[in-house]
């Protein structure tokens, strides 16, 4: 019986449930939505939350410190006390910005990390929406972000804030390619850009591990274009604390401040998911071959915390960068892009294509 | 054209901001105005004045014995190399001997000394450069030297331990215990440096070919100290004009010939060894004896002019006393190495990125209080 138990039948009973009060129709769609909604944002709120304590306990390791351990069990409320902290700033608008820009900024940041999750299956058949574009929609979405990041950096009309923006601006159109190339090398292979259908592709064998060295270099590719694309060091030149104080968000205070720092967070979860679904499986088990007995006990363990594992595991990577590498230059930045990523890739996806033409993977 | 429909770049083209005096990598009130093209510096002048306390000034109306502690306050990472050059031009106006004891925990200290601002250097280079986490290994074992300085001196950044004719107090028992214990500590972390920062390719990247000056320049702008020897100027005044018991210690003076970022990054790297070295060659062998010599209550210097110049950790300082015959100096000079190093600056930086900026600060090893003084 609790082997049956899974999130899509939990979602299927509440649907169910619903449908038996309201009746189907537009009002549940509705509703339904606003709920989905609610959910989504309580729970990467609160996935955020974790996210920084965790930051903050893996930096704390690495720099030989212990890290918050005052506040609540081993530290574990600090994030908290932070948030209220920060709610109950005050939210200065300089007085020689553009005051709706400066204020829409933030939003924009939060609302396309928020957009961006909801192609990721969290576990089997529980998805907010598996549309039939899921990898096209969310490199296409996640793009969106530099808007925000020129807005906010323009709009402060602080020249410090105009110098990180347009680092931002030139990194993450550049970085969009390499990103969009080693996904591709995965749609290849899988032959769909739907999230369910890709991970359905992998059900004998992670790509990872069945796609030969192509796929290795893909992957490595997609690691650190994303960590470029979300702005984290050691590619974090738009905010590059000692050359430009705080970048494109020097003059955001409070919680506008607290919304780029959440927006920063849930990209780092997205990629990181997005990493997790395409090379590792989503939330497909670890299987070996024909050993029947091993495969059975990794069935135990549900697809959801496999999906979370996974997850984690890539952003504990990308936490390990930051703490350990220093900043790249901006030249130097670009040239790794267009000198070295983007002539890889561009090979990489055709020796991708042969290699699915000629099924030489497993 | 900014949103105030101001021109924010000037009559040139060019875009000038101003990084400091409130800014994360000049650490202190260093006020750098840059003109940029694009993200490439066309020029860049210092403006000083900041943290002017008028040190120089002050001395002229202290007595001998107290101007010296003025000086933990201007390259406050080396306190106690300053009050050593201020104690030895003292002595030698008062043609005192100082006593064996004195001069080898005189230069214990200042080795001591020097390897701990070469630590908190190294940490705050990673930093400027992005990489948080050295910072905080630097200051690891810069943790356990300081202990070993407080113990003795009681104080932890401003020592004030020189006197003249010898030291303030005398050793702890504890010191070589503790000093052994904790060289041994940083001879093994050293290593621990390397593979964290100087083997990663984006610091080598971001360092090498960065900031360079050629020999000649680093001597017309009158660079001292690691800055110059990264050049290949030899110009450690430990071997050229050997003091206070330095003729006595073996240790090789590190000449890099790079003249860049990386170059400046691996003399100091390498003089922190041999800062190991030599504290190794003397801890055992500390003499017995007085830590002072006798000296009057009221110091006098004869009419004259004195002049003694050591190596701190940055370079060169050299101490100038004009004296009238009173109990206080009638007038002070420093020659600090930092005031000199900062000049090639804007040399160094032309053409260069933003980040290189920082990097060429970070390698520099500014440190403001000594700039204004």
């Known amino acids: ?362 | 054209m900014n949103l105030l429909g101001e021109d924010i770049v000037n009559e040139n083209g060019e875009f000038v901001i101003n990084m400091g005096p409130q800014h994360p990598s000049t650490h202190g009130v260093l006020h750098l105005k840059i003109w940029l093209q694009g993200e490439t510096i066309l020029r860049v002048q210092p403006h000083l004045g900041y943290i002017h306390r008028s040190i120089e000034k002050m001395s002229e109306s202290l007595s001998y014995r107290n101007f010296i502690f003025a000086t933990s306050r201007m390259d406050y990472l080396s306190a106690h190399i300053n009050n050593l050059a201020c104690a030895l031009c003292v002595e030698q106006g008062l043609e005192v001997e100082v006593p064996e004891r004195a001069k080898v925990i005189r230069l214990l200290m200042a080795e001591l000394t020097r390897l701990s601002s070469h630590q908190l250097w190294w940490g705050s280079t990673g930093l400027d450069l992005g990489a948080v986490t050295p910072f905080f290994h630097a200051f690891r074992e810069r943790e356990g030297i300081l202990e070993v300085i407080e113990e003795t001196c009681g104080a932890r950044l401003t020592q004030n331990y020189m006197v003249p004719g010898g030291v303030m107090m005398d050793l702890h028992p504890d010191f070589q215990r503790k000093t052994k214990a904790i060289l041994k500590q940083v001879k093994e972390k050293i290593s621990e440096y390397h593979e964290l920062l100087s083997g990663n390719i984006i610091f080598q990247q971001r360092t090498q070919g960065v900031g360079y000056i050629s020999p000649e320049d680093a001597v017309s702008f009158g660079m001292t100290g690691p800055c110059a020897r990264a050049s290949g100027v030899s110009c450690d005044v430990r071997k050229w004009y050997p003091y206070s018991g330095y003729e006595g210690v073996q240790f090789d003076e590190i000449l890099e010939t790079g003249g860049d970022c990386y170059a400046r990054y691996q003399v100091r790297m390498k003089e922190m060894m041999q800062s190991v070295s030599i504290i190794e060659q003397l801890i055992d062998s500390i003499p017995e004896g007085e830590i002072q010599a006798k000296t009057k209550n009221v110091l006098k210097l004869p009419k004259g002019e004195f002049y003694q110049k050591v190596e701190t950790a940055r370079g060169e300082l050299g101490v100038y006393i004009v004296s009238d015959g009173a109990a206080s100096p009638y007038r002070v000079k420093y020659r600090s190495p930092n005031f000199s190093n900062l000049s090639a600056m804007s040399h160094m930086a032309k053409g260069a990125k933003i980040g290189d900026l920082v990097a060429i600060m970070a390698t520099m090893d500014l440190i403001i209080p000594d700039i204004d003084r």
């Open chain 1, 1 to 362: 019986m609790f082997l049956q138990f899974s999130l899509s039948s939990l979602a299927r009973t509440f649907h169910e449930y619903l449908a038996s009060n309201i009746g189907e129709g537009f009002l549940l769609q509705v509703l339904e939505m606003v709920i989905m909604g609610l959910v989504l944002i309580v729970f990467l709120v609160l996935l955020c939350f974790f996210l920084g304590y965790m930051e903050r306990k893996v930096a704390a390791f690495m720099q030989v410190r212990l890290g918050p351990n005052r506040v609540g069990p081993k530290g574990s409320m600090q994030i908290v006390a932070d948030t209220i902290k920060l709610l109950l700033k005050e939210g200065l608008t300089p007085n020689s910005s553009d005051k709706f820009l400066f204020n829409l900024a933030p939003m924009i940041m939060v609302i396309t990390s928020f957009l961006v999750v909801a192609p990721l299956a969290f576990s089997s058949n529980f998805q907010i929406w598996d549309t039939s574009i899921g990898i096209l929609y969310v490199s296409s979405v996640s793009s969106m972000a530099v808007i925000g990041i020129l807005m906010a950096g323009w709009s402060s009309n602080n020249k410090y804030s105009l110098l990180g923006a347009m680092r931002s601006g030139a990194q993450i159109v550049s970085y969009e390619l390499s990103i969009g190339l080693s996904l591709i090398s995965i749609v290849i292979l899988s032959g769909s850009l739907q999230m369910s259908e890709i991970i359905q592709s992998q059900q004998n064998g992670w790509w990872l591990l069945k796609g030969h060295f192509p796929v290795w270099i893909s992957f490595v590719i997609f690691i650190i274009a994303s960590t470029a694309e979300i702005n984290r060091a050691p590619f974090d030149l738009a905010e590059a604390e000692q050359e430009l104080t705080a970048g494109f968000h020097t003059e955001y205070s409070g919680m506008k401040f607290a919304m780029f720092l959440l927006s920063e967070y849930i990209n780092l979860f997205v990629v990181s998911a997005i990493a997790a679904t395409v090379f590792l499986g989503g939330w497909m088990p670890f299987h070996i071959g024909n050993f029947a007995a091993f495969n059975q006990v990794m069935d135990y363990i549900p697809g959801f915390f496999w999906f979370m594992g996974k997850t984690m595991f890539i952003i504990f990577i990308i936490m390990w960068f930051r703490w350990t590498f220093p900043r790249l230059r901006v030249d130097q930045l670009l040239n790794l892009e267009w000198k070295y990523l983007l002539p890889i890739s561009m090979v990489n996806t055709i020796l991708v294509t042969i290699m699915a033409i000629y099924g030489l993977h497993f």
